[in-house]
């Protein structure tokens, strides 16, 4: 693969009936090329969560998911709120989700904890009332 492939997509927000869609084609696309399935597994469950995170918190948003010959990179970008306490953020069960989102089945707060720990490295790039832009790498190698 000399060049890197790049899937591109808008995320609905608050839209729960297309939420998935994204993860889910990434997840076919990933196949066709042929990769390892562990691989796919990583990587659409870090998007699934990411995409889910820009329903619930940010009104949709970007995903791209460039694939090189040593990783795959995803982009999560969103123009919401922001995240008020990274590090508060990232520990399992905080959810700022509201109770109506969580009657649903979503805001559980294990969305960043496990895009973190289905990829290799994560970055998280956020601004209160700008938005929030999660750069996430799952090595290939």
Known sequence: MPDALVFHFDVDGENFTSAGQASTAVKRNLRQLGL???IIRRVSIAMYEGEINMVIHANGGAAD???HEDCIEIILADH???IKDVSLAMQEGYSTAPDNIRSL?????MGLPNMKRYT????IDTELGVGTTITMKVNLT
């Open 36 to 38: 390892p399935s562990e």
């Open 65 to 67: 998911v460039i694939v």
């Open 80 to 82: 919401g709120p922001g």
């Open 105 to 109: 089945g979503f805001g559980a707060g």
């Open 120 to 123: 290799d490295s994560m970055k």
